[in-house]
């Protein structure tokens, strides 16, 4: 097996190699730019690293879908920072905003029809699945999204109902970038099922973190602004906890006063719903969560029939994954 470092220079690499017609100018080059700001990568990495568990063999045959798991998450997030009213993503200015809404919104579709051409360079043997499993896979994340915007208007919003939301919008692509390596290279059902599982609770541990980190974390590593989710409202695993045990102590009408701070009391929002946050202890609640989710994804591993050196490597990768700074 490739070491991570290994498989993420190639991902890097075959990244830069993405090459896009260059007409239309103003429907391609918000594309390129949004492939070109950075970003993780996770999900082309996770691909590779669970194809890499069966074969050794590293082509086109896996290195274009894995590029198709990457630019239909750039299309969501083109499309979430429309929708977010979002000013920066990856310490860089949105699509929307260095262009129009318009023009994310018609870049964004074509990067997911782009997505799907990408898929089909998978080995013919196994297309079908992949095909199936990609197509489930990015209606779900359209189905979780439309939760996630429904959510806006509501303010009975249970947790139970919120990690369901996550787990469309965020969990269900995870799980796909690592159950969709091992289908490229053959792996038994009962495997690809089970790496499935392991991506799943993996992006409940991701998504929480990223709530977490949206209200706590370093602007700087975090590559976005910090609070935006507090000025918008957005209902968060911090945002629903919080609720949950305002309710329970009677202080649902603090909460609500919190909550209807204008936007020209931006930084005094931030800072009083954040103590409040702390108050309650939802901080520490969320972090738990987060170690909670990560050690259920670890133990879907232990159920498979992979060797201990496959496991590891999907260990260090899920432990680089849920690491960023709290």
């Not at 830069?16 to 082309?44: A, N, T, V």
């Not at 919104?105 to 499993?133: H, N, Q, R, V």
């Not at 949206?214 to 935006?228: L, M, Q, R, Y």
């Amino acid at each position: 097996m490739l070491k991570l470092e290994e498989i993420y220079r190639i991902i890097d690499e075959e990244v830069s190699r993405l090459s896009w017609p260059e007409e239309p100018e103003r429907l391609y080059s918000p594309l390129k730019y949004m492939l070109g700001i950075g970003g993780k990568r996770l999900r082309p990495r996770f691909c590779l690293a669970s194809y890499n568990l069966f074969r050794d063999d590293i082509g086109e045959h896996i290195l274009s879908p894995a590029m198709a798991l990457e630019t239909f998450h750039s299309f969501t997030l083109i499309h979430d920072d429309i929708m977010d009213k979002a000013d920066i993503r990856r310490g860089a200015p949105t699509v929307h905003r260095k262009w129009s809404d318009n023009i994310a919104i018609l870049s964004g579709d074509t990067m997911c029809l782009w997505a799907f051409k990408m898929l089909g360079k998978a080995p013919k043997e196994t297309l079908d699945k992949a095909l199936a499993l990609f197509t489930k896979t990015t209606i779900e994340v359209c189905e979780g999204q439309q939760m996630d915007m429904d959510f806006e208007t509501r303010n009975n919003v249970s947790l139970s109902e919120y990690i369901q939301m996550i787990g469309l919008k965020t969990s269900v692509l995870l799980a796909c970038s690592s159950a969709m390596g091992a289908v490229i290279a053959g792996a038994e059902d009962k495997v690809c099922q089970s790496l499935y599982d392991f991506g799943y609770k993996l992006g409940l541990a991701f998504q929480i973190q990223d709530d977490y980190l949206d209200s706590f974390g370093d602007e700087k590593i975090f590559g976005k602004k910090i609070g935006g989710d507090i000025l918008n409202n957005k209902k968060t695993w911090l945002l629903v906890k919080c609720m949950e045990l305002a309710s329970q102590n009677n202080l649902s009408g603090k909460l609500e006063e919190l909550l209807a701070m204008g936007e020209n009391e931006g930084k005094a929002k931030i800072d009083a719903v954040k103590a409040f946050y702390c108050r309650l202890g939802v901080d520490s609640l969320a972090t738990e969560a987060i170690k909670s989710y990560y050690s259920q994804a670890a133990s879907e591993l232990e159920k498979t029939s992979l060797t201990p050196a496959q496991k590891s490597q999907l260990e260090k990768f899920a432990s680089e994954l849920v690491s960023r700074k709290f």
